[in-house]
Structures are given as structure tokens and as C-alpha cells.
């Protein structure tokens, strides 16, 4: 796709053709239009292990949008996402299984226990989880709660048997949809924790939040979607 | 990735869709009651004649179990959807349709075996012969599973829609014709004995199609539906 006839990016990454041998997304030219009205034009960059990326704007500015293209639910109006230097249409298997992404509606079956929509994560993900998933369920504050229907957990509750599957996934890359959101503080804090750590251990967080991330410099980039 | 994990994933869905409609099983219950009902009301409606109902009987109890099903299609992706599981299933390391065909298998389960199980009795309601049963329980055996699967893909073009009842019944009725013709003319050719084996092989070569290519397009819809 060439690139030259395009206008001036607005990142500040410099042009690079990414290398195969170090994993990473790579965004080129991305621009997205919904009813004629451009949400985002000639997005460029690049994020890397270690790195975390924060997506800011106005409700409505298109967040949500952005973070479906980047795990490859929408397909953008033009330009494109690349995973390791290939593109994650053409990559699929590889960026699915290196890819961990919870939405807005977080994917949690009303119907069905903390204990077994865990238990469907995991199958879906191809994964054997390394602790038990009573463990994880205790580490985000549900214990007790195992073997009750979800529907009888809060709407807070509820997300932290979402990102319970964080806690089991050995995804490189988490795409979080406002993952604080209703969440109490303890949780805030908790989960804030747990995308800190994933970040320092090399991993790579993209999310949508207003909330501050007490990252380094340099393993926070702040991309605001201005209307 | 191997065929025991593509096995697994398989199995976990048909698992989880058959948990959910056991925990739900008052849902499971309106197309079964609708089945009944329209067939018991024949008798009062038309006539109590034998000879009239034994005419009518394949017809009827193949339009009611159509209907059926048609009025159970809706349910099979539509909750997954609200709560982003669909989202979760798209994004899964596995192949879409994989999952897929284990969401019609644990539909057909709950819907086609039960509406097959009581297809005898209603048969007995309308006098149809004993000797003709046989034929109405293969029919529905070969052709309950194209309508689920058929199914799936309208329902799937349609569950982003928020009103999409009409539209599926337009855009799956004309491909359940075929099924429909086939069946309760092997039905009535069996009442009338004759030999039914024609009918029979294409209802198993449509069911072969169906397995087949169903699955894949049902995955294709899913992935437009959620752009």
C-alpha cells in the first residue's frame, strides 16, 4: 500500500519498514470514517514489548472503533494493522493467539458460573493455565463466588471475572476496553497492578481510559483522538 | 494446531450451548409447545375424518416442525451477541466455523430431537399408518439437522440487525423448500407404498452439502455482522 501520496502523519514514529524478528503491532495510515463523518485520519505507529498504549478522546471520538480495528473485529476505512510485520488479516492464527482483547460487553455468560466461563476461556484460548482457576478467581476477589450463575454477581463482579482471564492468558498483547469501569477502587488499583506488571515484563497493553497509568517514561504512549 | 485442541474447542462449545439451554430450558420449551398445538388444532379446524387427516398428515407435521425450528433459529446466536461472547468466539486461535458447528449440533439437539421424538405421537393424532412412521422419523432425522444449519447462517446475517425476525424468514424460508418438498413427499409416497429411497439420498446429499459449506458461511456472516 503506498504511502507517499498520503497527507503528513500525525505520530512523531518515524517511517521504518518493522522488522519480522521482533514482535510488535505496527499501524500504517490508519483512517476511519463512519456516516461521513472521519473519526481518525493517517494514524501511524508502532508498539513494542514493554510498551503500553493509551487511547484518549471525547465520547464518541472514536476509542471503541480503534480498538476493534486493532484486534481485527472492523476493518478500517483504509490503511492497515500489521502483527510481527505481517498483516493480522493474513496472520490471523499467530496475532489470535497473541492477542487477548475484553470490550465493553466482556463476553461473561449470565447463565453459566465464574468457575465455567473461565473454563470456556481457556478452551477457546488453546491454553493449559498455569495456576488453578480457584487461584485466579481469589486473586480478583471472588471467592466464594465460584459456583454461583453470573447473574447473580455485579455488574463490578462481573468484570473481574473478565479480567480473571487476563490473569490465565499468556497473550503478549491485551486490548482493554475501559477496563476500570465499574470497578471499586480496590479493583481500579488491583488491575492497574496487573497491566503495570504485564507491561515491565515485557508485554504490551493497549486501552481506553482517562485513568493515569503509573508507567516509566517511554513505556507509555498517549495517542488523544480529537474530533 | 492440532485436531485434539480443535476437538476440544469443539466439544467445549456444544458443552457450554447445552449448559445454557438447560439453565434456560423454559426457552427450550415454546418451540416444542408450538409444535403441538398447530398440529392438534388440524383436527379441530379441518376435520375429524380420517381418511382427510391421513391425507394431510406429512404436510402438516413437516410445515409445523419447520416452523419450529424457524421460530427457534433467532436464540442461537443473538444472547452471545448481547454479551460479547460472540466477539470472544470470533477472536478465538480457532477456526470460526469449527465453533460454529458446534453451536448447531447443541441447537439441533435441543430443538430437532426433541421435535423428532414427538413427531410419532402427533403422527398417531392425525391417523397417520403405523407403517409410515418409520419414514417420517428418518425424514426428520436427515433434514432436522439442514434446517439448523441453514438456519445458522441467516441468523447469523441478522443478529446485528436489531429487528431481523422478517428478514430471516425471508432470506432461509426459500432455502428450506427443497428440504420441505423432499421430505413430506417421502413421507406420503411411504403412506401410499411406494419406495422412498430417492428422496432420501438427496436429503442426505443436501445434508452432506450443508455440513459442509454451512458452517464456513455461517462464520463468513458472523464476521460481517460484527464489523
Known sequence: MPLTDRFPSQSQMPESTPDKSTPGLTVKGLTCARDDRVLFKNLDFRLEPGQALQIEGPNGSGKTTMLRILCGLTLPTEGEVLWNGLAIEDNRAEYMGAMDFIGHAHGIKKELTPMENLQVAMAMANTRPEQSLEAVLEKVGLRGFEDVPAITLSAGQCRRVALGRLLLSKSLLWILDEPFTALDVQGQAQIESMLVNHVEQGGMVILTSHHPLALKDGMLKIINLRP | ?227
Open chain 2, 1 to 227: 494446531m492440532s485436531e485434539a485442541s480443535l476437538y476440544q474447542a469443539f466439544s467445549t462449545v456444544l458443552k457450554r450451548d447445552l449448559t445454557l439451554a438447560y439453565r434456560t430450558r423454559t426457552e427450550m420449551v415454546n418451540p416444542m409447545l408450538f409444535f403441538i398445538i398447530v398440529i392438534s388444532l388440524f383436527p379441530l379446524a379441518v376435520s375429524p375424518d380420517p381418511k382427510v387427516l391421513q391425507s394431510l398428515a406429512p404436510g402438516v407435521i413437516w410445515v409445523a416442525a419447520l416452523l419450529a425450528t424457524l421460530l427457534s433459529l433467532d436464540s442461537m446466536f443473538r444472547s452471545d451477541f448481547d454479551d460479547g461472547a460472540l466477539e470472544q468466539m470470533l477472536l478465538s486461535v480457532h477456526p470460526v466455523s469449527v465453533l460454529v458447528l458446534g453451536k448447531v449440533l447443541a441447537h439441533w439437539l435441543v430443538t430437532g430431537i426433541p421435535l423428532l421424538l414427538l413427531a410419532p405421537l402427533l403422527a398417531v393424532l392425525l391417523h397417520m399408518p403405523s407403517d409410515s412412521i418409520p419414514a417420517l422419523m428418518t425424514t426428520l432425522a436427515l433434514g432436522g439437522p439442514i434446517l439448523s444449519l441453514v438456519g445458522a447462517i441467516g441468523v447469523a446475517l441478522t443478529v446485528g440487525l436489531r429487528r431481523g425476525g422478517v428478514l430471516l424468514s425471508l432470506l432461509i424460508l426459500p432455502l428450506y423448500i427443497p428440504v420441505l418438498i423432499f421430505a413430506a413427499n417421502a413421507v406420503s409416497n411411504a403412506a401410499a407404498g411406494l419406495a422412498i429411497a430417492g428422496q432420501l439420498y438427496f436429503l442426505g446429499a443436501l445434508l452432506a452439502l450443508a455440513l459442509t459449506l454451512a458452517p464456513i458461511a455461517t462464520a463468513a456472516a458472523l464476521r460481517i455482522s460484527l464489523r
